[in-house]
């Protein structure tokens, strides 16, 4: 007799457990994550916040911004593709000691995590 309510005190509590976790979760996803940590984030899309120690324009007309120190010795690199309509911003290079917020997909490159900006909205000045 009772059964009954002991099953269903069990499952009305994991319910109200799963549910406290998805919450919880969904609150987490979009906080912003540190540049230094962003290599334990590669393959997700995630905002990632930092201060930028430097811009570099390659030879090739991509532009690079590195964050915690020059490459390779960097937490994070974003790539400005040459074709981006962002590569052509003539004020990338004032962004050099700015703490800003940068969206995308965490990938590797050379070990190193890097996000690839094909839209000015991908970057935020703080």
């Known amino acids: 007799m009772n059964q009954l309510p002991m099953k269903l005190r069990t499952v009305c509590l994991t319910g109200l457990f799963c549910g406290f976790c998805a919450i919880a979760s969904a ?13 334990n984030h ?3 899309e995630v905002t990632v916040e930092g ?6 324009k390659s030879k090739n ?10 490459y390779p010795d960097v ?3 974003v790539w400005i593709p040459e074709d981006a309509p962002e590569a052509a911003d003539p004020g990338l290079p004032a ?5 800003v917020k ?3 997909t965490v990938e590797l490159y050379r070990g190193k995590p890097e ?3 094909s839209t000015k909205e991908q970057i935020v000045v703080e």
């Open 51 to 56: 201060t930028i120690t430097k811009v570099f």
């Open 27 to 39: 609150a987490l996803a979009g906080a912003p994550v540190p540049d230094a940590d962003a290599i």
């Open 75 to 77: 937490t994070l690199v």
């Open 42 to 44: 590669v393959g997700q």
């Open 95 to 99: 962004l050099q000691g700015k703490k």
């Open 115 to 117: 996000i690839k900006v």
């Open 61 to 70: 007309g991509h532009t690079f911004l590195d964050f915690g120190g020059s």
């Open 102 to 104: 940068v969206s995308g």
